[in-house]
């Protein structure tokens, strides 16, 4: 029998994978009673560095409001110096980079078929499999953590100019090298 999907025990999930900060290795155990964001993202891609701001937007406001949210970054860059320096940029945890396969699986798990995507996952249960339109939509988080308000498209709705965009950026600095 195939696994449920949206249940999680998000402590086994990170003991596999492995957590950090930016200092150091974190304990699993210590996301407990937290809403878990997992936020799959890349350095190299346009729409993820537009939606990162708003993602520590809504993660400020609603930890300052009384709720506890824990964000796990979950890369999808091309190598260590990228992911560094993305993480950098990020107030939460994250999966290290070492940790392909682990990504990898996490991503399937979860069905993440595009980037940027968040995950939202709340006493080990999918809560919002698709929160990104939500945040967006909300980034104060007045209505976190957006049970039923998953996104219909998956990934904040049909969002082709950012395909677009990101298509042209990957071949004018890679193809043409022109950037």
Request: overall charge negative; aromatic content about 12%; proline content about 6%.
């Amino acid at each position: 029998m195939e696994e449920d999907k949206r249940e999680v025990n998000v402590v086994t999930l990170f003991q596999k994978a492995g957590l950090q900060s930016h200092d150091s290795s974190v304990d699993p155990e210590e996301l407990r009673g937290v809403v878990v964001g997992l936020y799959f993202s890349a350095h190299w891609c346009p729409p993820c560095r537009q939606f990162t701001p708003l993602l520590k937007q809504a993660y400020h406001a609603i930890n300052a409001s009384g709720k506890r949210l824990e964000i796990v970054f979950v890369s999808s860059d091309h190598d260590e110096k990228q992911f560094e320096d993305y993480f950098k940029s990020m107030p939460w945890l994250a999966v290290p980079f070492s940790a392909r396969a682990a990504q990898a699986a996490m991503a399937s798990r979860f069905k993440v078929q595009g980037i940027p995507a968040l995950v939202l996952i709340e006493d080990g249960e999918v809560v919002n499999a698709s929160a990104r339109g939500a945040v967006m939509k909300d980034p104060t988080g007045a209505a976190f953590p957006w049970k039923g308000q998953e996104d219909q498209a998956g990934g904040g709705g049909p969002n082709w100019y950012l395909i677009i965009a990101a298509v042209a950026f990957i071949l004018l600095k890679y193809v043409f090298k022109v950037i």
